[in-house]
């Protein structure tokens, strides 16, 4: 079992950065893919950047390719989220999530909130 706890969330005007952290307790970290999500209001849950338990393969959602960046230090239990030229629409609360299987997120953080201003 993984629990998860972000950081580093704000406000920050258009075209500013921000990068997130995510702290995970538990042994077993380096076996878990890690991923982030976000959520905006009134909108569903939608997974931004993923990254493998190795780190070796990461992915990410078409509207964020080229702007944010995920890494992982296996070493410290944790995991980040670079987060560059942001936008607007980037404004959502931010979730990071492990999975244990690779098929689905099995655990969750609380959620940091990402507020961008225009």
């Known amino acids: 079992q993984v629990q998860l706890v972000e950081s580093g969330g704000g406000l920050v005007q258009a075209g500013g950065s921000l990068r997130l952290s995510c702290a995970a307790s538990?042994?077993?970290?380096?076996?878990?893919?890690m991923a982030w999500f976000r959520q905006a209001p009134g909108k569903g849950r939608q997974i931004v950047a993923a990254?493998?338990?190795?780190?070796?393969?990461?992915n990410y959602w078409d509207s964020v390719k080229g702007r944010f960046t995920i890494s992982r230090d296996n070493a410290k239990n944790m995991v980040y989220l670079q987060m560059n030229s942001l936008k607007p629409e980037d404004t959502a609360v931010y979730y990071c999530?492990?999975?244990?299987?690779?098929?689905?997120?099995?655990?969750w953080g609380q959620g940091t909130q990402v507020t961008v201003s225009s």
């Open positions: 538990g042994r077993t970290f380096s076996s878990y893919d």
């Open positions: 990254i493998s338990f190795s780190g070796g393969n990461t």
């Open positions: 999530a492990a999975s244990s299987s690779g098929d689905y997120y099995d655990y």
